[in-house]
């Protein structure tokens, strides 16, 4: 079964460009995350879906930050314009309806200059 | 809200010694524990986790950990470390109102030397 892809691995922009991040969460798995990842600190939740419903963004900076989940399965992450603080590693994660578990990407791990 | 609070951000060690790996957790409501591993430039894979039952749980890769409710706390042990552990650790917490939610620890970086 494969895993949670996210594309790219390693993203270098200048500030004030945009930058998406893609994820594709294991098959059937109705919950996605995606989470910020600053160095030295744990995951800090960006934001949640259920299914195409984005159920929990508050901590979503929605100046800049948008997410996308349109048919419920892939998702896309966009920042605009970014800004030198938005360098860290973004994970997307997901889980499957009644279990406890979240099952991680990769990440993508950004740099802004 | 929850939190957790990992007090140890490096941890050396000397292979095939003993290592503890510690997690404190504040919440006024039952609690699920989970530790993940992160390998440099990869993401977070599951070790071990406490939903209900014993408090004592075993995990991947010889890890175990073990709920203690009256002291908060979710310690992470292995009896032999290997260099392959070498790695960042991070504790997480949900609860049971809202266990869609994990809060991370800010990890600990384990150090495994020859």
């Known amino acids: 079964e494969a895993g949670v892809v996210q594309s790219p691995r390693y993203k270098i922009i200048e500030k004030k460009q945009p930058v998406a991040f893609w994820c594709n969460p294991i098959s059937g798995h109705n919950t996605l995350y995606w989470y910020r990842q600053n160095l030295g600190q744990g995951p800090e939740l960006l934001i949640r879906y259920e299914n195409e419903e984005a159920v929990d963004d508050s901590q979503l900076p929605k100046d800049r930050f948008s997410a996308e989940r349109l048919k419920g399965v892939d998702s896309t992450l966009k920042i605009q314009p970014a800004e030198l603080g938005d360098s860290a590693v973004y994970l997307c994660?997901?889980?499957?309806?009644?279990?406890?578990?979240?099952?991680f990407g990769p990440g993508t791990r950004l740099t802004v200059t | 809200a929850q939190s957790v609070t990992q007090l140890d951000s490096q941890v050396p060690v000397f292979e095939e010694a003993p290592v503890e790996l510690r997690c404190n957790y504040s919440s006024s409501v039952s609690v699920y524990l989970f530790w993940y591993v992160q390998y440099p430039n990869q993401g977070l894979q599951l070790l071990l986790k406490y939903l209900s039952g014993s408090t004592l749980v075993k995990g991947i890769n010889g890890f175990e950990a073990e709920f203690n409710k009256s002291q908060t706390s979710f310690h992470l042990r292995k009896p032999s470390v290997h260099i392959s552990d070498t790695a960042e650790y991070f504790c997480?917490?949900?609860?049971?109102?809202?266990?869609?939610?994990?809060?991370f620890g800010s990890g600990t970086k384990l150090n495994v030397k020859p």
């Open positions: 994660a997901s889980r499957e309806r009644g279990s406890y578990e979240q099952y």
């Open positions: 997480a917490v949900s609860d049971q109102y809202n266990f869609n939610k994990f809060y």
